[in-house]
């Protein structure tokens, strides 16, 4: 099983950056692809990004691109999110997410692909 901890959320002005990170324990890291999805009040969760289990693939959805970037460090067992560029409508509760041990993702923006998930990171965009 696998323990996710985000961190690295808060209040930015509209177009500044955050970078968010995800510690992982309990398994060994580098056998999970994994991911970053964020929900907003009265909305669904929505996909942000997902890295392949090396890094060599990335994964972003259309609202991330050229924006946010995804990256994982497996001898830290962690990985992040820099945003930059940050909107109002950035705002939300960013989880991350891993799917089962050695899963290659199918499709790696919908929440059923993951199995384990974070507590969440305020990220509060002001305008």
């Known amino acids: 099983q696998v323990q996710l901890v985000e961190s690295g959320g808060g209040l930015v002005q509209t177009g500044g950056s955050l970078r968010l990170s995800c510690a992982a324990s309990g398994r060994t890291f580098s056998n999970y692809a994994m991911g970053w999805f964020r929900q907003a009040p009265g909305k669904e969760r929505e996909f942000v990004a997902a890295?392949?289990?090396?890094?060599?693939?990335?994964f972003y959805a259309d609202s991330a691109k050229g924006r946010f970037t995804i990256s994982r460090d497996n001898a830290k067992n962690t990985v992040y999110l820099q945003m930059n560029s940050l909107k109002p409508e950035d705002t939300a509760v960013y989880f991350c997410a891993a799917p089962e041990e050695y899963h290659v993702l199918v499709d790696a923006t919908t929440p059923r692909e993951y199995v384990y998930w974070g507590q969440g990171t305020q990220v509060t965009v002001s305008s």
């Open positions: 890295i392949s289990w090396s890094g060599g693939k990335t």
